[in-house]
Nanobody
Framework: QVQLVESGGGLVQAGGSLRLSCAAS????????MGWFRQAPEKEREFVIA????????YDTDSVKGRFTISRDNAKNTVYLQMNSLKPEDTAVYYC?????????????????WGQGTQVTVSS
């Protein structure tokens, strides 16, 4: 089992940047594919971006292409989400998730563990 704790959320103006971190417990972090999801008020939780177990492959949704980057440091049991050129529509609670079933996971149902979320608010 793995526990995930996100940090780095906050309030930023449109066009700004934020870097989210997700720290994982346990000694088998490199065996999990990792991903970020987000949920805006009154909307479904949606996939944002994912990274493979080794960090060699990533996949992102169209709305964040060219703006968001995911990376991981398996030695530090941490995955990062670098968000640039933020827009008001990026406002949401951002969740980190871990999948032990997939090398790279892009669907919510493929993830086994979730963090508590961190709020990101982008003002116009």
């Amino acid at each position: 089992q793995v526990q995930l704790v996100e940090s780095g959320g906050g309030l930023v103006q449109a066009g700004g940047s934020l870097r989210l971190s997700c720290a994982a417990s346990g000694r088998t972090f490199s065996s999990y594919a990792m991903g970020w999801f987000r949920q805006a008020p009154e909307k479904e939780r949606e996939f944002v971006i994912a990274i493979s177990r080794s960090g060699g492959s990533t996949y992102d949704t169209d709305s964040v292409k060219g703006r968001f980057t995911i990376s991981r440091d398996n030695a530090k049991n941490t995955v990062y989400l670098q968000m640039n050129s933020l827009k008001p529509e990026d406002t949401a609670v951002y969740y980190c998730a871990a999948s032990q079933r997939r090398i790279l996971a892009t669907n919510r149902g493929e993830y086994d563990y979730w963090g508590q979320g961190t709020q990101v608010t982008v003002s116009s």
